[in-house]
């Protein structure tokens, strides 16, 4: 009901917004059209569509002097309803962002099967709208479903607080997503835009006119990603139970709130950058037409300043689901913890001041390049202390190899690979041979794909049995984490050498000697791709009819284990008291939380 | 405003006044970061060259203006918490007035420019960006005063209640700021 509420809102907003924009035209004696109207429908549309998801119900009323209505449903159909519960948003941002996964992934198999061949057997058009496509979607999966997937559940519980510092806000920054998602897929209908997930004018302000939905698209998506961090931060600094100090804190935690931090600010250069390009489509102004004296270098600049920390929006809460992960199933407490903590924020630091290395080839000032390319190399430093508290937790550990620690492993060859060929790209002289070839495609896989996503499949199968109340199958999980690993290097380790050989990235045709890699790498991203299905398979039916899980299948220390799995609406049956450090491994007398009774509800219950 | 929230994260109230205002603080910085990206635009386009027909005259008036308003929605802040309805209402009204009056001016000072420096210019894009962006800042500020300033008509803003109207005064005096920078990028630098 709430979302038929939704689409009607949307269509009533769209209808209002456009018709609004139609008269101002028909008074001002232009014509009727163009892209303003559709572009202003489409914020009325959020607007009427978030009002009648839910927002005027348990919101907005109360800005109008009117007793807000908030009801906490129980059931299946609590997922589809604006609900303040994080955990229940947890599982909308997870779900969601399975399904854009999924769609992303098919349009991966897309650009491989038209790869096999050096010929253009996909028209170059059609091809660099599936590219484009593909770019954004994944960049939308790799921003948002860590953060605000297992953000959102896990957070709370790990700091021990009822919920988020905003529920209602929380709510909101879900809710955001559909018409995003909406703008998306409807703009290959009006003519797509071709311009890849980056945008780049002059490009973007003169194609077809799926840009302008695009556009609009992104800035609904940073606004979400915006609030989502605010809410992160807020409700760590805030929400803590008693004796939950920050250096109490659960490694995954620190990565959540200082991947926030940059949500949060950075964002607004994204929309920014967007904003002028849409002005200068719609508005005729001259930001980025050289003609008018405007510079597109301007929105490189823009667009990097938020694009280049974005990666590490990406892979700070990747390296903390690592180490959580590491360190549990190591049965040793975090080597390095404020090592770690030091680097994630040296990470968030330094990611504001090295946007520039992906303009070396550019054209800009020539007196950037060594600054830039000294600055991004710093990064290694405070990467290298994340990566020093992962050896070291993992030296003389006692290993647990189930499934989630597989994928916690891969991630540190993974990244390992990732962070090593960053350097080629980081050099000056190096990367103006690489720029914007295949390795960079294949650099970034191997660091978000690699690094982040591997760590997304970890975090979901460690927190799947107090997500779901039931345990996956082992096995089969053990599987995907196996073939995964295999088939990723299988596809992303000849397109190194595609890429020194000269293979341009966003081209549909290339020159006979690559086709070698291309077939390889393509064979091996079918092989990739089925992995998937074994994987949704596993997790699908076992939270249907998988074994009961207990309240802690892993013995783990931190707070999310100590409730009962799934967590009751309120998540504890009393506020628990921290009292030590969150990872007392073999310290004898050492806990983390002051033992309460466990609840007596423990699995399968709502 | 509060009660729903304090219900659902089983706060004190006022541990929850403080988490609103972390809150509030949080997406001010989030918001100087887009005027930071507008105002670099312009350096970055322009450096430090300006258009030779704009009225700075005007500029300067509306400035007094809006800057005027940030003191009246100081008193209209300071009146709700101390549950003084008559002060709350006139301040907000004032306040309101004022904002109306620095929009009427930047339409004013919007035909002017474009006469001189349309949108097309260069100058013109950066000007009417600007100046568009931080107005729409003021018109969303104008639009929850008057929100405040009729929820509060039944007198429901007092000390335990006085919230939404410290929100909303923070958020102005924010929208005051940002013009105090914005000011001088378009008018006075040379």
Known sequence: MAILKGIAGAVAGYALGFAVVAAAQLAMGNPVGGAVPVVIGSVFATVGWLLGVGLWRAWAREWFGLEPRLDVPTGPGRYFRFNTDHKVIGV???????IVFGLAGLLA????????????DLGGDAYNQVMSLHGILMVAVAVAAVLGGLGNYCVPLMIGARDMAFPRLNALSYWLIPPVAVLLLTAPFVGGWDSGWTAYPPLSVVNAGGQVLFVVAIVIFGLSSILGGLNAIATILRMRAPGMTLMRMPIFVWSVLAASIISLLFTQFFAASLILVLLDRVAGTTFFEAAGGGNPLLYQHLFWFYSHPAVYVMILPGFGITLEVLTHFSRKPLFAYKGAVAGFLGIVVLSGIVWAHHMFTSGMAHFMNIPFMALTELISIPTGLVFLSALGTIWRGRLWLRTPMLFALAVLFNFAIGGVTGIYLA?????????DTYFVVAHFHYTIVGGEIFALMAGIYYWYPKITGRMYREGLGRLHAVWMFLAFQLVFLPLFVAGIHGMNRRINEYVEPLRGYNVFASVAAFVLGAVFLIALGNLVWSWARGRVAEANPWRATTLEWTTSSPPPPHNFEQTPEVVGDPYPYGEPGAVHVRPVTVPTIAGGSE | MAAVTEHLTHEHPAERLRTNRLGLWLFIASESFLFAALISARYYLLGTERSEHLNQALGFAISLVLLTSS?????????????DQRGFRRATATTIALGLLFMVGVVLEWREGLAFFPPSTLYGSAFFTLVGFHAFHVFTGVVALALLLFVGRDGRFGPENHWPVEGVVKYWHFVDVAWVFIFPTLYLVK
Do not use: K, N
């Open chain 1, 109 to 120: 198999m897309v650009i491989r099967w038209e790869l096999i061949t050096p010929a253009a």
């Open chain 1, 427 to 435: 050099d000056v002289a190096t990367d103006i041979h690489l720029q």
């Open chain 2, 71 to 83: 003191l009246f929605a100081y008193r209209a802040e300071t009146a709700a918490r101390f549950g």
């Open chain 1, 92 to 98: 909308q941002y997870l779900v969601t962002f399975v």
